[in-house]
């Protein structure tokens, strides 16, 4: 397990791109959310939006006025700020949970909801924890004996139209969404008429089902005891034709994560509930959150519950095969709990940051071109305004009956946020997501005018050798080019033993932007080190030379690629004896104040003496 140290900014930079930048964010994350910075500051207009809404005295149950029937819990958190996830919160508490005789009348930070297919997010983390690299490759079959049975005797490869071809279906594929299974399967589909419609064949003109049919009658359905295993539940999808073959295109589905949860519970010879606890909610100290209802009702006043007990889903019984569905989305959870979660996540205190990295990736595009699958991440492309700049957001969105919520992970920002809501009104789903963009649209903004403040302050100036015998200076500024100028460090001036690099052209047009790529502990640092202080003073970032391209330049698809997005194609290509022109590193002491840089094409340390430009505060 990872030490859970602060870093400057996420070392792994997990996330994001920008019209002609790298993958990575602009500025190191800020480090202050609380201290009236811009982010409290954002924060306490969030609240000011909210409760206008919730004082709208409309009884309009759509829109932001109808915001005031979802009993919600809102909080931020940050691995730069932990004071973030205590007082960064927002609680509502609608009138048919304040009137509730059973559970939770008041919400807070501790109060449990459930968190439904949040769950999944989950499943992949204690799969990855628990599982070798190797057991994402395997297929199902080997762990479904049903499924194998089939397989053996009806191969999709002569028939892959109306087939599933079992063997080929990987855990991988099944965890990122893009197996091609069935999206549910009966008895847990709310989708199939013949389970949720009155009378589908007189309505509907569907035709009568035959009782023999597996497909409408799966074993789950007619079983005389009312039991359901995962053997026999994996047998009502067995003939199901494939929605379309594996790694073809992202289908959401929780038929998927049951099975994926039989897969774990299978390797790891545990429970599945075993594995949640051991995992993660252990090690994390997740004692409110729970992968099973409350045994009894000793403990339903923390609970969450709108209406009738049975809205809770509280009441659930397991051995009718609902244990089955836990691994998709039976978890419940607090704002306080999720807030644990995402640090941990973002920080990779229970994964190698290795791991973290290759994790919160896109598995697959989507035709929409802001929104991409991971594993199961969600993945959302936020566009800031004034620039046309680009934020990836990780998420994994929750909604069963009257249950919403998201947990979202801003990585650029060492940050995030969850949501978790609940209402028996039919629209809570467009609630929850109206309220995260309520929040998205205020937060966003300030998080980058936050590091870009921070940026300024501890970044921007003058910089020298401390030898009188050469003449080399470095001046740095935040971008103020043009109204619309993308955010960054810029070099205003570097003079290099009396020569103007700058005009030479060799690192490219101006405005010539420094972007941060790696961060780490500085290996004096580490050196002095010791027990009883086991995050180092010293830090150092690694910044790369982005030259100027135009937002808009002439060309097609691929000819307007060259100056457009090209950083990636030429970065590091300049260099000398081996080292790159564009490779700038800073020394960085406590509290994040710059002490010096490395400019390490030019093989020259230069200090921080002053402070001058666009953001310097002193």
Not at 42 to 65: F, I, Q, R
Not at 312 to 321: E, H
Request: a negative charge; glycine letters at 10%; charged letters at 15%.
């Amino acid at each position: 397990m990872r030490t859970p140290c602060r870093p400057l900014f996420l070392a792994s930079l997990l996330t994001t791109g920008v019209l002609s930048d790298f993958l990575g964010p602009s500025y190191p994350a800020p480090r202050n959310l609380t201290n009236d910075s811009l982010i409290s500051t954002a924060w306490k207009n969030v609240t000011s939006t909210l409760e206008g809404y919730l004082n709208d005295p409309s009884h309009n149950l759509t829109g932001y006025a109808g915001l005031k029937n979802l009993t919600f819990s809102a909080g931020l958190f940050s691995i730069q700020d932990p004071l973030a996830a205590e007082t960064l919160q927002f609680h509502h508490t609608s009138a048919e949970v304040a009137n509730s005789t059973f559970a939770a009348t008041k919400v807070d930070g501790n109060s449990i909801y459930r968190v439904a297919s949040i769950t999944k997010l989950i499943t992949i983390l204690a799969g990855m924890i628990q599982l070798d690299d190797a057991d994402w490759d395997r297929p199902i079959t080997d762990f479904v004996p049903s499924l194998a049975q089939y397989a053996q005797t009806q191969s999709g490869k002569d028939d892959p139209v109306n087939t599933i071809q079992w063997e080929q279906v990987t855990l991988a594929a099944l965890g990122a969404q893009i197996a091609g299974t069935p999206r549910d399967v009966s008895p847990f589909d709310g989708g199939d008429l013949f389970l949720t419609y009155p009378d589908p064949v007189a309505d509907l003109g569907l035709p009568p089902l035959n009782m023999s049919d597996p497909l409408a009658y799966p074993p789950c359905i007619t079983s005389t005891n009312g039991s359901c295993t995962g053997n026999e539940y994996a047998k009502g999808a067995q003939s199901r034709p494939p929605v379309f073959l594996p790694w073809t295109s992202p289908v959401y589905t929780d038929f998927g994560f049951m099975l994926l949860g039989l897969a774990i519970a299978n390797i790891t010879q545990k429970t599945i509930h075993e594995v949640y606890q051991e995992s993660i909610l252990h090690p994390l100290n997740m004692t409110l959150t729970a992968s099973l209802p409350p045994p009894d009702n000793s403990t339903l006043k923390q609970y969450v519950v709108p209406g009738d007990y049975s809205n809770g889903l509280l009441n659930l019984n397991l051995q009718s095969g609902f244990e089955l569905t836990i691994p998709s989305g039976g978890f419940f959870s607090t704002t306080n709990d999720l807030a644990k979660l995402g640090t941990a996540l973002l920080n990779s205190t229970l994964l190698p940051s290795s791991q973290t990295r290759k994790w919160m990736k896109q598995i697959s595009h989507t035709a929409n071109l802001q929104y991409a699958v991971g594993r199961p991440w969600e993945i959302y492309r936020y566009i800031h305004p004034s620039s046309g700049q680009i934020t990836d957001i990780y998420t994994k969105s929750g909604a069963s009956g009257a249950y919403g919520g998201y947990i979202i992970l801003i990585p650029d920002y060492d940050t995030g946020f969850s949501i978790l809501g609940t209402t028996s009104q039919p629209q809570g789903i467009e609630f929850t997501a109206l309220l995260t963009d309520i929040i998205i649209e205020t937060m966003m903004p300030a998080f980058l005018a936050q590091a870009e403040e921070e940026a300024g302050r501890n970044y921007a100036g003058i910089y020298t050798s401390s030898s009188k015998d050469l003449n080399t200076t470095l001046v740095l500024s935040l971008n103020r080019t043009s109204p619309d100028a993308k955010a960054g460090l810029v070099i205003t001036e570097f003079i290099s033993n009396g020569t103007d690099v700058l005009a030479s052209g060799i690192l490219g047009d101006g405005p010539l932007r420094l972007l941060p790529t790696i961060s780490g502990p500085s290996p004096i640092a580490v050196t002095h080190t010791n027990s009883t202080n086991s995050c180092p003073e010293k830090q150092e970032i690694a910044f790369r030379t982005s030259p100027y391209r135009p937002q808009n330049p002439e060309g097609g698809l691929f000819s307007g690629l060259l100056s457009i997005a090209a950083d990636w194609i030429f970065t590091d290509q300049g260099t000398y004896g081996g080292v790159g022109l564009g490779l700038f590193v800073f020394e960085i002491g406590e509290e994040g104040v710059t002490e010096g840089v490395r400019v390490e094409g030019w093989r020259v340390r230069l200090e921080k003496v002053a402070c001058r430009g666009w953001g310097c505060m002193g």
